[in-house]
């Protein structure tokens, strides 16, 4: 145990060694072509639930969903989920996704709960109001919808 903590403190005293401290004089001294600018950048998503979208014989049910604020000035869409719990008794249906941009993108689904990919909305801005659209293939479709919207932004 002793050489252990005797190890650590020597490790800790090399690091504080290697430091080099900058005075405010010297820091004074950088110009602008010298500074060093580090541009802020992550990832972020945001995720919406409809209400109950009821659909009979082939009527749309349609939800609007807000992403609210997203992080960052340049915001890209990397990918869109969408998870269907679909009630039982349920006919197949279509569903559509419509992005604040105004591009949509439909797929046929099933009867059972599942989760759907969309890539047709990579690159775009997120933010916005986002629509959720059912449309059954049969007599009735009960379907609550999560959004899930991934992005990466900068500043």
Request: charged content about 15%; glycine content about 6%.
């Given at each position: 145990?002793?050489?252990?903590?005797?190890?650590?403190?020597?490790?800790?005293?090399?690091?504080?060694?290697?430091?080099?401290?900058?005075?405010?004089?010297?820091?004074?001294?950088?110009?602008?072509?010298?500074?060093?600018?580090?541009?802020?950048?992550?990832?972020?998503?945001?995720?919406?639930?409809?209400?109950?979208?009821?659909?009979?014989?082939?009527?749309?049910?349609?939800?609007?969903?807000?992403?609210?604020?997203?992080?960052?000035?340049?915001?890209?869409?990397?990918?869109?989920?969408?998870?269907?719990?679909?009630?039982?008794?349920?006919?197949?249906?279509?569903?559509?996704?419509?992005?604040?941009s105004g591009n949509s993108a439909t797929i046929l689904a099933g009867?059972?709960?599942?989760?759907?990919?969309?890539?047709?909305?990579?690159?775009?801005?997120?933010?916005?109001?986002?629509?959720?659209?059912?449309?059954?293939?049969?007599?009735?479709?009960?379907?609550?919808?999560t959004l899930k919207v991934n992005y990466n932004y900068f500043y």
């Open positions: 145990m002793k050489r252990k903590l005797s190890l650590l403190l020597v490790v800790t005293l090399l690091c504080t060694l290697f430091v080099t401290p900058v005075s405010a004089a010297e820091a004074a001294n950088y110009t602008e072509d010298q500074a060093v600018v580090t541009a802020t950048s992550g990832s972020n998503y945001f995720s919406k639930i409809t209400p109950k979208l009821n659909s009979l014989n082939g009527s749309a049910a349609m939800a609007k969903l807000s992403s609210g604020s997203c992080s960052g000035n340049e915001r890209s869409i990397t990918s869109v989920t969408v998870n269907c719990r679909v009630s039982s008794g349920s006919s197949r249906f279509y569903l559509t996704v419509v992005s604040p009867t059972n709960s599942t989760t759907y990919t969309f890539s047709d909305f990579i690159g775009e801005d997120p933010k916005g109001e986002w629509y959720v659209i059912v449309e059954s293939l049969g007599a009735v479709t009960t379907v609550t919808a």
